[in-house]
């Protein structure tokens, strides 16, 4: 038996949002300490990873652990039946053919329930080691997403840059090229979101498509700050801290350089 | 060609080993392909009004035009191909090469005689069956992929072993071919119809060998025996042996010399049945030492012009848009991917990780949910 309720439906539309992009179908691992995702893309080039700590939800019940393969473009297609402060209870029993989500309006006289079939669903699933990341840039979720866009419409891939100094996005097109850099801010205080920090053991610098990053700057709704994580010879990992609850992961294998070869 | 009924047992006792992917899902992989089928599916595919193409003095050049399109929009899409082309045909072969032969010489026959009643339908099938990759043809393709910029090597002896080997050592990621036989060469991956033609609309299916033996529960050896017994390039099969009764006579008896002994397989077994040869080719095939690294390098598009248009009478301005395809291609960097830096995991063990525990934890009932589930084709 899973129960699970979130006091506001529109986090949850955000969290849904911002995978179903890169995935069609996923495998939601509830167990006694809270919900965790894994997703990778079917041509293996990036992976999210989804974890909601139990404590983080205003009810939270799960007696055995349980595997539900769900359709994402299904469920998000329901929760666009809930208006955005609805509460919503999840519910699946143990042998459940299908999800259910109950939503409920604030003044608690409008109830609504979606039934959302489950499936089993085969996708591959990696090891992820913990790693010592040689940068880590912290900086507003809104303007990574809008680097994004602005590089997106000037080539395919975007170079970042991590230095002592801070953190440059360099993109280059047929037509031209863009350049953005952000200064590493001494005092970087919790409070202020809109300013650059950069930790750095070693300078980084990694090739990614911007086709994924667009997909990834989906999740900047649900969070103040991204934290962009390089280390050479391995993917960029950028995590969303979801307030109070967990986070989103997003890891994306870099292109190569043909020279290196 | 090929082992007959290898993958419907693959089908049946090792599903997870068998699924179909897109080309784009293969972005950043090294494949190694089988030229000679690859060679031959364009022979087939490509023609018009049933005949092959051809330059104004009757030169074919079906498999060229196969070849350069097929290989750009494979390198467009960011995989990275390799062709391995036959070298000496194996001593153990002949067998089947003389009943090739046969079979020419029959379609050749039955060429004539529907060319005399006119049944073009008829001239069709015949035609295709005659199609054969020539030596000229071989040469022509080498050509025209070193001037693409695509490697190629030559394999000692068969052209299916050289791709296995080369995804064994690591140098590739999967053998593409459209042979079940370079399973037996122990390919970690294979894929087939990579190069069939897009007209065609057949998916790619990728076949892993660490997932066949986990469903079929047999040891690589075994799976050698079993595509003997069905029947290989090598060896004839067993009469009233098919892949069913195939499959649990190794999995009941394990080796051939312990099936070969049993009354209602023995009287089935042609007179000369070399299986232990047929096995030591499987197992220890002659291949290289894979000791090369690949590179792939920006197109020579001038010499590609000499050759296809002023040669072979190609289109100028689509051989020079190919071309600067490949120069695109070339130039941007190669995607990576994730599971170059993390593991994935096991499909079959993680599967049976989850009935088993489900199994347990749930009280009676399928695991899963029989209604909502996914079957995979």
Same mark, same amino acid.
């Given at each position: 038996m899973i129960e699970a309720v979130i006091p506001q439906a529109s986090l949850l539309k955000k969290i849904i949002e911002a995978i179903k992009e890169l995935v069609d179908e996923a495998n939601f691992d509830f167990s006694e300490t809270g919900i965790r995702l894994q997703a990778m893309d079917k041509s293996h080039i990036a992976l999210s990873f989804l974890h909601l700590r139990?404590?983080?939800?205003?009810e939270y019940r799960c007696d055995r652990s349980q595997t539900l393969g769900i359709n994402l473009n299904s469920f998000s297609k329901i929760l666009k039946?809930?208006?955005?402060?609805d509460q919503v209870q999840i519910k699946a029993a143990d042998e459940a053919e299908a999800l259910s989500l109950t939503f409920e309006n604030s003044s608690k006289d409008r109830m609504s329930e979606f039934n959302l079939k489950l499936m089993d669903i085969d996708i591959d699933s990696v090891d992820v080691p913990d790693m010592d990341y040689q940068a880590t840039v912290s900086m507003s979720a809104q303007e990574f997403a809008r680097i994004v866009r602005d590089l997106s419409s000037i080539g395919e891939a975007v170079t970042i840059d991590a230095t002592k100094q801070g953190v440059r996005f360099f993109a280059k097109g047929d037509d031209g090229s863009g350049n953005i850099l952000l200064k590493h801010q001494k005092s970087v205080d919790?409070?202020?979101?809109?300013a650059t920090s950069v930790e750095i053991t070693e300078p980084v610098s990694h090739s990614l498509a911007l086709k994924y990053l667009a997909n990834f700057a989906k999740?900047?709704?649900?969070?103040e700050r991204v934290t962009i994580n390089l280390i050479e010879e391995a993917p960029v990992m950028f995590e969303f801290k979801i307030s109070d609850m967990g986070h989103i992961r997003f890891y994306l294998a870099p292109q190569i350089e043909e020279d290196q070869e | 060609m090929g082992i007959k009924g290898l993958k419907q047992v693959i089908a049946d006792?090792?599903?997870?080993?068998l699924r179909t992917v897109e080309m784009?899902?293969? *972005? %950043?992989r090294k494949i190694a392909i089988d030229a000679s089928t690859s060679l031959y599916q364009f022979l087939v595919a490509v023609r018009s009004d049933g005949q092959n193409l051809t330059t104004?003095?009757?030169?074919?050049t079906s498999h060229l035009i196969g070849l350069l399109y097929r290989t750009v929009s494979m390198v467009e899409m960011g995989l990275r191909p390799v062709y391995v082309f036959d070298g000496k045909p194996p001593t153990m072969k002949s067998g089947e090469l003389s009943k090739r032969r046969e079979k020419r010489e029959k379609a050749e026959e039955s060429l004539k005689a529907a060319e005399e009643e006119g049944n073009a339908e008829e001239m069709l099938k015949q035609l295709k069956r005659l199609s054969k990759v020539t030596p000229e043809i071989n040469e022509q393709a080498k050509r025209l992929l070193k001037l693409m910029g695509v490697p190629h090597v030559t394999a000692p002896c068969e052209a299916e072993a050289e791709c296995a080997a080369l995804a064994k050592a690591g140098k590739v990621w999967a053998a593409a071919s459209q042979d079940m036989d370079t399973l037996l060469f122990g390919a970690p991956v294979l894929l087939r119809n990579?190069?069939?033609?897009?007209?065609?609309k057949l998916p790619i299916e990728e076949i892993r060998l660490d997932e066949v033996l986990r469903g079929l529960d047999y040891s690589c050896e075994q799976l050698i025996d079993l595509g003997i017994l069905l029947g290989c390039d090598y060896c004839d099969s067993i009469r009233g042996v098919g892949p069913k009764s195939g499959y649990e006579l190794v999995r009941d008896h394990k080796t051939i010399e312990h099936i070969v002994k049993l009354d209602k397989v023995a009287k089935g077994?042609?007179?000369?049945?070399p299986f232990d040869q047929a096995r030591e080719l499987f197992a220890?095939?002659? *291949?290289?030492?894979?000791a090369t690294d690949f590179v792939w390098e920006k197109p020579d598009t001038e010499g590609m012009v000499q050759f296809?248009?002023?040669?072979?009478?190609?289109?100028e301005q689509r051989v020079r848009s190919a071309a600067a395809k490949l120069e695109k291609a070339a130039g941007k960097g190669q995607q990576g991917r994730i599971d170059s830096f993390f593991k994935v995991k096991p499909r079959a063990a993680s599967d049976k990780a989850a009935t088993a525990s489900a199994a347990g934890k749930r009280?009676? %009932?399928?695991? %899963?949910?029989a209604g909502a589930k996914k079957t995979r084709k």
């Amino acid at each position: 038996m899973i129960e699970a309720v979130i006091p506001q439906a529109s986090l949850l539309k955000k969290i849904i949002e911002a995978i179903k992009e890169l995935v069609d179908e996923a495998n939601f691992d509830f167990s006694e300490t809270g919900i965790r995702l894994q997703a990778m893309d079917k041509s293996h080039i990036a992976l999210s990873f989804l974890h909601l700590r139990s404590d983080g939800f205003s009810e939270y019940r799960c007696d055995r652990s349980q595997t539900l393969g769900i359709n994402l473009n299904s469920f998000s297609k329901i929760l666009k039946c809930a208006a955005n402060d609805d509460q919503v209870q999840i519910k699946a029993a143990d042998e459940a053919e299908a999800l259910s989500l109950t939503f409920e309006n604030s003044s608690k006289d409008r109830m609504s329930e979606f039934n959302l079939k489950l499936m089993d669903i085969d996708i591959d699933s990696v090891d992820v080691p913990d790693m010592d990341y040689q940068a880590t840039v912290s900086m507003s979720a809104q303007e990574f997403a809008r680097i994004v866009r602005d590089l997106s419409s000037i080539g395919e891939a975007v170079t970042i840059d991590a230095t002592k100094q801070g953190v440059r996005f360099f993109a280059k097109g047929d037509d031209g090229s863009g350049n953005i850099l952000l200064k590493h801010q001494k005092s970087v205080d919790e409070e202020s979101t809109s300013a650059t920090s950069v930790e750095i053991t070693e300078p980084v610098s990694h090739s990614l498509a911007l086709k994924y990053l667009a997909n990834f700057a989906k999740a900047a709704p649900l969070a103040e700050r991204v934290t962009i994580n390089l280390i050479e010879e391995a993917p960029v990992m950028f995590e969303f801290k979801i307030s109070d609850m967990g986070h989103i992961r997003f890891y994306l294998a870099p292109q190569i350089e043909e020279d290196q070869e | 060609m090929g082992i007959k009924g290898l993958k419907q047992v693959i089908a049946d006792r090792a599903p997870a080993a068998l699924r179909t992917v897109e080309m784009k899902h293969l *972005v %950043g992989r090294k494949i190694a392909i089988d030229a000679s089928t690859s060679l031959y599916q364009f022979l087939v595919a490509v023609r018009s009004d049933g005949q092959n193409l051809t330059t104004s003095d009757g030169s074919t050049t079906s498999h060229l035009i196969g070849l350069l399109y097929r290989t750009v929009s494979m390198v467009e899409m960011g995989l990275r191909p390799v062709y391995v082309f036959d070298g000496k045909p194996p001593t153990m072969k002949s067998g089947e090469l003389s009943k090739r032969r046969e079979k020419r010489e029959k379609a050749e026959e039955s060429l004539k005689a529907a060319e005399e009643e006119g049944n073009a339908e008829e001239m069709l099938k015949q035609l295709k069956r005659l199609s054969k990759v020539t030596p000229e043809i071989n040469e022509q393709a080498k050509r025209l992929l070193k001037l693409m910029g695509v490697p190629h090597v030559t394999a000692p002896c068969e052209a299916e072993a050289e791709c296995a080997a080369l995804a064994k050592a690591g140098k590739v990621w999967a053998a593409a071919s459209q042979d079940m036989d370079t399973l037996l060469f122990g390919a970690p991956v294979l894929l087939r119809n990579l190069t069939a033609p897009a007209a065609r609309k057949l998916p790619i299916e990728e076949i892993r060998l660490d997932e066949v033996l986990r469903g079929l529960d047999y040891s690589c050896e075994q799976l050698i025996d079993l595509g003997i017994l069905l029947g290989c390039d090598y060896c004839d099969s067993i009469r009233g042996v098919g892949p069913k009764s195939g499959y649990e006579l190794v999995r009941d008896h394990k080796t051939i010399e312990h099936i070969v002994k049993l009354d209602k397989v023995a009287k089935g077994v042609p007179e000369e049945w070399p299986f232990d040869q047929a096995r030591e080719l499987f197992a220890k095939a002659e *291949v290289s030492e894979c000791a090369t690294d690949f590179v792939w390098e920006k197109p020579d598009t001038e010499g590609m012009v000499q050759f296809l248009v002023n040669e072979m009478e190609f289109n100028e301005q689509r051989v020079r848009s190919a071309a600067a395809k490949l120069e695109k291609a070339a130039g941007k960097g190669q995607q990576g991917r994730i599971d170059s830096f993390f593991k994935v995991k096991p499909r079959a063990a993680s599967d049976k990780a989850a009935t088993a525990s489900a199994a347990g934890k749930r009280k009676g %009932g399928a695991a %899963g949910s029989a209604g909502a589930k996914k079957t995979r084709k």
